[in-house]
């Protein structure tokens, strides 16, 4: 699986899941997007096969506006411990249990508490 991390995240946090042997992980800075719009993030990622990992819930909206069954996207949310390596142990230990929906693709939010899954694409609603 290979992933997009947003400038919302250190770099260190792609650099640390290459290092746990999960993945091919970039970070935007990587890329040259360190100042893209989360738009030309979104659409770098697609057209990668990348999941974006986010804490910016801008990518929610993008995923809902454009009703797209891709990028998957993982967004932290509620956290206290913003540090990167809790985010890196957080990810790391629920990865396991959203990969294959992240492969299918899915907005996948994880909280302290829990994580919730929707699988893409995630429309508008009525």
């Known amino acids: 699986m290979k992933f997009l991390v947003d400038n919302a995240l250190s770099p260190r946090f792609a650099r640390e899941l290459v290092a746990t042997g999960y993945g091919d992980a970039l ?38 506006e454009r009703s797209a069954p891709n990028p998957s996207v993982v ?11 809790a985010l890196l142990r957080l990810f790391l230990a629920n990865l396991p249990y959203v990969e294959e929906d992240l492969e299918k693709g899915a907005l996948v939010m994880m909280e302290p508490s829990r994580v919730r899954v ?9």
Do not use: Y
Request: hydrophobic content about 45%; glycine content about 6%; charged content about 30%.
């Open 27 to 64: 970070h935007v800075r990587d890329l040259g997007l360190a100042s893209a719009m989360d738009g030309a993030i979104f659409d770098r990622a697609e057209a990668d096969d990348r999941v974006v990992i986010s804490q910016d819930s801008d990518f929610a909206s993008l995923l809902i």
């Open 75 to 85: 967004l932290f949310r509620h956290l206290p411990n913003r540090r990167t390596d």
């Open 118 to 126: 929707r699988l893409l694409p995630v429309g508008k609603g009525p």
